[in-house]
Every structure is written in C-alpha cells, then in structure tokens.
C-alpha cells in the first residue's frame, strides 16, 4: 500500500466514512473526528518529553490504536516504531485498517519510509510472550490502567524500555502507578498536567503525563 499514491477524494472518503478514536490531521481540511484527548493536541504534550530528534532509536507504543504516535516518532527519525493495540477493546472501530491507511498517507506525503510494525493483541501477553528487544522509549498513553495484572505490566515494560511516558488521570491510579514505576527503578523525571484537558468531562481532574527513566 504505501506505493499506492493516495488521492484527495481517496482521503477524504476514508476519513468521513470511518469512526476514529484519534484525532488525526491529514490536511488542513481534512481531519478524523476522533476524541481531542487522544490525539494531535495530546501529541504536543508527548512531544514535549522527546528528545528533537529519535535518529537510531527505538520507540513502543503501548495502546496506539491508528498509529498517530507511532508514525510522528517514525518521522522523528526512529529507526524502528512498534505500536501495540488490542482489537476487541473498541469492535466498532478497526484500527489495523486504520494503521494501515494512516501510516501509507504520511509515507506518502512525507515521501519516506516509515518503519513501524503493528501488533494486535492485548499488550501484557505480547510483552510476556514475545522479545521484542530494548526500546529506548515506551509511550504508555492512557493504556496501561486498563491491563488486567497492573502491576506485572509495569515489570514487563522495565524489562524492555529504559524510558517510559505515561499518560495517567485520577488520583488512585496516579498514586498507584507512581509507585509501581518506581518500585520498578525508574525515577521520575518530569511530570506535566496537560491543562488543555482539565475541564473534561471525561476526567475533571485532568490528565498527567510523567517521563519515568532508568
């Protein structure tokens, strides 16, 4: 698909005809109507925890449901991007279509080859499964208060990522994850209330992202 070159009435179509959780800017004027938490504005704040440049890095993308996160480090010069969603979590949505069409159209309009790979299963029986090698980032975007055994997913990410950024909300989980990212040997190294968010009702208390490392 990415030789395929993506026409504008292509884009457009597939854009209105699908349902999004991300918010995905293709064009000035072409834009998928997913959630404003879960997309180019949450970007901004994850960017901030980036080094400018990921030239020779590798990245994981824990919960990357369209591959917004993992093409924008892909164009940030990483040289391998892994983005990890469970299908069944959202029926109505299919994201590995999405992944698909998205990380074609970049490929396309950015005119370089984007090197992410995208796994379908649920995040802690991939990383218990399958050596996926060190990453030297893991993005954990809203994603990993949802794994079943919580704290056996922070142990798994400790085994493969050296720094980690995660977006939590609500006080407990904050509390919870916190401490298992610590327990873990990371050490807090910036946390930011995205402030764009505290109004939400999805979450009054507005979201957090921390950057743990090693």
Not at 1 to 27: C, G, H, P
Request: aromatic share 14%; with cysteine.
């Amino acid at each position: 698909m990415n030789k395929t070159i993506i026409a504008k009435e292509e884009l457009i179509k597939f854009v209105k005809d699908r349902s999004w959780y991300q918010t995905i800017k293709f064009e000035d004027d072409v834009i998928s109507n997913g959630g404003s938490w879960y997309g180019e504005m949450a970007w901004q704040s994850i960017a901030k925890f980036l080094p400018k440049s990921l030239e020779g890095k590798r990245v994981l993308d824990l919960g990357c449901n369209a591959g917004l996160f993992c093409v924008n480090t892909a164009l940030m010069g990483a040289k391998e991007v892994i983005g990890i969603d469970w299908p069944g979590w959202s029926p109505d949505i299919d994201f590995q279509e999405q992944q698909k069409f998205v990380t074609s159209y970049f490929s396309q309009k950015y005119n370089k080859t984007l090197p992410i790979k995208y796994m379908p299963g649920k995040m802690e029986e991939i990383l218990r499964n399958t050596d996926l090698g060190i990453f030297d980032y893991t993005l954990a975007i809203a994603s990993i208060y949802y794994a079943r055994y919580q704290e056996e997913i922070v142990d798994l990410i400790s085994k493969v990522s050296n720094n980690v950024i995660v977006r939590l909300r609500d006080e407990s989980k904050i509390k919870l994850f916190t401490g298992l990212f610590k327990h873990a040997g990371y050490k807090e190294v910036k946390s930011l209330r995205e402030e764009c968010w505290k109004d939400s009702i999805i979450s009054p208390d507005g979201y957090y992202l921390y950057l743990y490392s090693k």
